[in-house]
C-alpha cells in the first residue's frame, strides 16, 4: 500500500516491472479515496478513511485476490509505504488474511509519527515546519523543490521530480487519516507469526533512523532492519529505487517468499 497522497501508481513506476521480470506476481492497490478507488463511505470531511477501514478494504481485496496464490502453496506478502506501512500493521494484527510476510518501507511506526515530528523539530525547526506544512496544505503537489524535499533526493533528475508531483497532486484530495483520531486506534498490535522487513532511506526526512529502529523491536525477533544510503521516503521512485527493490528482492527470497 502507498502513503498519503500517493496511488498504486508509485509502485507501478518501478517495482511491479522489477518483481513481474523476477517471476513474482504483483499486485498493486489504490486505498478508499486514492486513485481510482472510490472515496464513498468516508466517515470525516475530507479524511478517507481510518486506520480500521483502510485495513479491512485491503483484507477484502487480498481475500478476494489470494486464489492463485494458495494454488502455488505460496502466501502473500502485504508492502506498505509511509502510512500505508501502518495499515499493513493493521492488516497482519487483525489476522482476517494469512500472510507470508510484511515488508514495511519507510513506514510510521506502530505507534505513530509523534515522536518523530519531535525529533526533526528539535534537529531542524525551519525545515521541519516547513515540510508539515506541506503535508498539512498539500503545497508539495504544485512546487517542484518542496516536493522534492518530501519525497525525494537530490540525484533524482527535475524531469522525474516535476512528473511524480502531478501523479501525487492527482492522487486524492482527501487526506487519507485524521491524525488526532488516529491516536485511539495505536498503536497496532504486534503480529509476530511472519518475517517483516523494516526498510528506509538515510535521506529520509518524514520518516527517521529512530522510527525504522522502533518498528523493527516492536517486530522481534522476526525483523529485519535495512537502511539504504543515499534515499529518500519514496523509496520505489527515488534515485536509488532499484537497490531498494534488490534488497527487497533479497529478503523475499532468503525467507522463501
Request: proline share 4%; hydrophobic share 40%.
Amino acid at each position: 500500500m502507498h502513503g498519503s497522497y500517493h496511488a498504486a501508481w508509485c509502485y507501478e513506476e518501478h517495482f511491479a516491472k522489477y518483481f513481474n521480470a523476477r517471476g513474482r506476481a504483483t499486485v498493486s492497490v489504490s486505498l478508499r479515496g486514492h486513485g481510482g478507488s472510490d472515496g464513498s463511505g468516508t466517515t470525516t470531511t475530507g479524511v478517507a478513511g481510518t486506520l480500521a477501514s483502510h485495513a479491512s478494504d485491503v483484507a477484502e481485496t487480498l481475500e478476494r485476490g489470494l486464489g492463485e496464490a494458495r494454488a502455488s502453496g505460496r502466501s502473500a506478502v502485504l508492502i506498505g509505504h509511509s502510512f500505508g506501512g501502518l495499515v499493513a500493521q493493521r492488516v497482519a494484527a487483525d489476522g482476517r488474511v494469512a500472510l507470508g510476510g510484511l515488508a514495511l518501507l519507510a513506514s510510521v511506526p506502530p505507534t505513530g509519527n509523534g515522536d518523530m515530528v519531535k525529533r526533526f523539530l528539535r534537529r531542524d525547526l525551519w525545515a521541519s515546519a516547513k515540510i508539515t506544512w506541506a503535508f498539512v496544505t498539500k503545497a508539495f503537489g504544485k512546487n517542484p523543490s518542496l516536493c522534492r524535499e518530501c519525497f525525494f533526493s537530490p540525484e533524482l533528475p527535475e524531469a522525474d521530480v516535476e512528473r511524480y508531483m502531478r501523479a501525487i497532486d492527482g492522487s486524492s484530495a482527501l487526506r487519507m487519516l485524521d491524525l488526532r483520531a488516529l491516536n485511539a486506534e495505536l498503536p497496532v498490535p504486534r503480529a509476530r507469526d511472519v518475517p517483516v522487513l523494516v526498510l528506509g532511506g538515510d535521506r529520509d526526512f518524514v520518516v527517521d533512523r529512530e522510527g525504522l529502529e522502533e518498528t523493527a523491536r516492536w517486530f522481534e525477533p522476526r525483523s529485519t532492519l535495512v537502511v539504504v544510503p543515499g534515499v529518500a521516503h519514496d523509496v520505489m521512485l527515488d534515485a536509488g529505487w532499484e537497490r531498494v527493490a534488490r534488497e527487497l528482492d533479497a529478503w523475499l527470497d532468503e525467507h522463501d517468499l
